[in-house]
């Protein structure tokens, strides 16, 4: 039976509304009829994904959320798909929804971090993260993932000790890898420790996938030593565009 099909079928059986004792099927018949109509969307929504389809396979899960708005897989399963699409508020609040319905699921909460990392969050919001990061930390112990998700978090409310303490606890249980100089590296820098910095940038590997980004980040801090050298700027302070523009075009022009 196609999903139209069961869907007509559906509304002809349901009794009409505030008349209960009119003929209709029975209330674990209709559960059953939506699970079923449930069930064949979340099927197609894989094919879908099978078939690199992504966006038929958003569709197919909104109707399995729609029919079964309690069915935290889906919501999860929704919101890995519009990551994957770069939508990512509509991916927030899908993987939201799966937290407040099933919060200890499996890589729920890693996928909410990855999102959170590539969207504005509110303060509210990352608070909420560490709170969850903080609970999976007492069940499931010094995971690397979670220390690194605690990190960044920390990192990213400018709460340098905390994010210092936690990545030297992820360094205990999980390799240096140039991922993790590149963080580290971007900690320092923005906690002010400009040597530290370019230190860790170099000890990227210049060949790698993440080369390119250390030379970037490099460049940055030149730019913005010579910023501070020609007083354009304070120790710390945010070098105006005009300024970074003259800067990085004199650099250019020197290194021609």
């Known amino acids: 039976m196609s999903a139209l099909l069961l869907v007509v079928v559906l509304l002809a059986a349901a009794p009409p ?12 018949v209709f559960e059953a009829m939506i699970a079923r109509l449930a069930d064949e969307a979340r099927a197609e ?12 396979a958003v569709s197919a899960l909104d109707e ?3 029919w079964r708005p309690e069915d935290a897989g889906a919501w999860h399963r929704l919101g890995q798909i519009l990551t994957q699409l770069g939508h990512l508020d509509r991916a927030w609040q899908a993987l939201r929804a799966a937290q407040r319905l099933e919060p200890e699921r ?9 999102v959170a990392g590539q969207r504005p969050t509110t303060p509210s919001e990352l608070r909420e993260l560490a709170a969850a990061l903080g609970e999976a930390r007492e069940r499931l112990g010094h995971q690397p993932w979670i220390l690194r998700g605690q990190a ?11 994010a210092e303490s936690a990545y030297r606890e992820l360094l205990a249980v999980a390799p240096l890898d140039d991922e993790l100089r590149l963080e580290l590296g971007d900690l320092a820098r ?22 390119a980004m250390a030379r970037e980040r490099l460049w940055q ?3 913005d030593a010579e910023a501070r050298r020609f007083g354009w700027t304070g120790s710390g302070a945010v070098i105006s565009a005009p300024a970074r523009a003259a ?8 290194a021609a």
Do not use: F
């Not at 960044?152 to 905390?162: C, H, K, Y």
């Not at 923005?190 to 080369?211: F, K, M, N, Q, S």
């Not at 800067?247 to 020197?254: N, R, S, T």
């Open 17 to 28: 509304a505030g008349d209960s004792d009119a003929p209709g099927v029975s209330a674990a």
């Open 64 to 66: 399995v959320v729609r």
């Open 152 to 162: 960044r978090l920390a990192a990213r409310q400018r709460q340098w000790g905390e």
């Open 221 to 223: 801090l030149e730019v």
């Open 190 to 211: 923005d906690a002010g420790r400009v040597d530290e910095a370019t230190r860790r940038y170099r000890e990227i590997d210049a060949t790698g996938p993440l080369g």
């Open 106 to 114: 499996e890589r729920l909460l890693a996928d909410l971090l990855a």
């Open 45 to 56: 929504a894989e094919a879908a994904v099978e078939r690199g389809a992504l966006l038929a």
């Open 247 to 254: 800067l990085e075009a004199g650099q250019v022009l020197l």
